[in-house]
């Protein structure tokens, strides 16, 4: 794989590496899909179902950072199957849990294996693409993000999970089919030859390795940048994901309905990842579509607030979903693309974007319920996710090269 020769082969591994994006953010979404039934069973208060909602991003914090060195050191293979192994056993365990402390626990560690699933998967297009051509196959794995969000909005609350008989049986089954295509991706990689591991320098996890490495992705202004998008991105999407079925049931729709109203966040999302990236690629463009990608993100939000019920409110969620699609695959191609950067430190890259960036992923959802306790509308919260938008294009504009 060292010349990254682009053929079907390294699409397709791509394909097949994003289906665990699929299984993870099925199982990640499962929850908030189900958080007003599980508030009213279980009897949370707002700010206890938002620190469910945003207990996945949480755990990015203290460990992305960390993890993504140990991806660069460990290869993307054996990455994306010990995230599947974890988060799969973790949502079995979900589907037990009793009261809040234990749904607490085990959302959280679906987060700790969700991180090597993040920072394999651009590892993965780092080592079998180039630089200037990580825009497509990015997009291909967060389209297999997506899917799983569609599902598990879309199939898993109005369709599936009725027919298992609940929230515990879905949680349960779709911890096990999990485990089941880890077995699927290890027979993969066995028979494409992809490497498990990685070689050379970056294969060591020496105290002066590790720094070195955290020093030279600190230090970048660029990537900085990116981590602000980061922070923005991750604020808005997980706050809008994690919520925003029951703003709409709270609006007077049927619990089907805002699920399936919902995924046409999810569906924006997928069409802003397929056309965003490759249009700023083709382009040389990236900084503009940051920066656009914001600003719709953020008007997005606003006809959220002010829609309602109605159409409006369905065209905000559109452009949400295509703000938010265009800034996904960004802030994870463009670290490869960088100089000081590189192929070699892509994991830890893409680490630190989320390292941070999750402290508005878990905030997102956190303000909304917090704020919906004290003032007792979604409204606030929603302004929060909106604010967001324009930050992620201030960033965008103040970009010297992406």
């Known amino acids: 794989m060292s010349d990254r020769t682009v053929t079907w082969r390294s699409y397709g591994l791509v394909v097949a590496g994003a289906l665990s994006y699929t299984c993870l953010l099925f199982v990640w979404f499962s929850l908030p899909a189900y958080l007003s039934t599980i508030i009213a069973e279980v009897g949370l208060s707002g700010t206890e179902a938002g620190l469910l909602a945003g207990a996945v991003p949480l755990t990015y914090i203290p460990l992305a950072l960390f993890s993504g060195l140990a991806v660069d050191r460990i290869g993307p293979a054996r990455s994306l199957a010990a995230g599947l192994i974890v988060f799969g056993l973790a949502q079995i365990a979900r589907s037990v849990a009793r ?21 394999g998967l651009p590892k993965l297009v780092s080592v079998l693409f180039p630089p200037d051509r990580t825009g497509l196959p990015s997009s291909l794995y ?12 879309g199939l898993g609350r109005p369709i599936i999970g009725p027919a298992l008989g609940g929230w515990r049986p879905l949680f349960l089954w779709s911890g096990v089919v999990t485990l089941g295509y880890a077995a699927v991706w290890l027979a993969i990689i066995r028979l494409s030859g992809l490497p498990g591991g990685a070689t050379g320098d970056e294969s060591a ?5 590790l720094g070195r490495d955290i020093r030279a992705v600190l230090g970048h202004r660029e990537l900085r940048l990116v981590v602000l998008v980061g922070v923005t991105y991750l604020l808005i999407i997980h706050g809008l994901q994690g919520w925003l079925p029951t703003v709409l049931e709270s609006r007077g729709l049927s619990a089907a309905r805002a699920g399936q109203t919902t995924t046409l966040l999810v569906g924006a999302n997928v069409v802003g990842i397929l056309v965003v990236p490759g249009l700023a690629d083709r382009f040389d463009a990236r900084r503009s579509a ?55 430190l892509t994991g830890a890259a893409v680490g630190l974007v989320f390292a941070v960036g999750e402290v508005g992923g878990f905030l997102g959802p ?14 606030p919260g929603l302004a929060v996710l909106a604010g967001g938008g324009l930050v992620a294009m201030a960033a965008g504009v103040a970009m010297r090269a992406a």
């Open 290 to 344: 940051i920066a656009g990608s914001g600003l719709v993100a953020g008007l997005g939000v606003v006809g959220i607030i002010t829609g309602g019920a109605t159409p409006l409110a369905a065209a905000g969620i559109v452009a949400a979903g295509l703000g938010v699609g265009g800034l996904s695959p960004l802030v994870r191609a463009i670290p490869p693309s960088l100089d000081g950067i590189g192929e070699r």
């Open 99 to 119: 009261g809040f402390p234990g749904l607490l626990a085990t959302t959280l560690l679906i987060g700790v294996g969700a991180t090597a699933i993040t920072f």
């Open 366 to 379: 956190v303000v909304i319920g917090t704020l919906h306790d004290a003032t007792g509308s979604y409204v």
């Open 142 to 153: 967060l389209v297999g993000s997506s899917a799983g969000t569609a599902a598990a909005f």
């Open 205 to 209: 996890f020496t105290p002066g390795s």
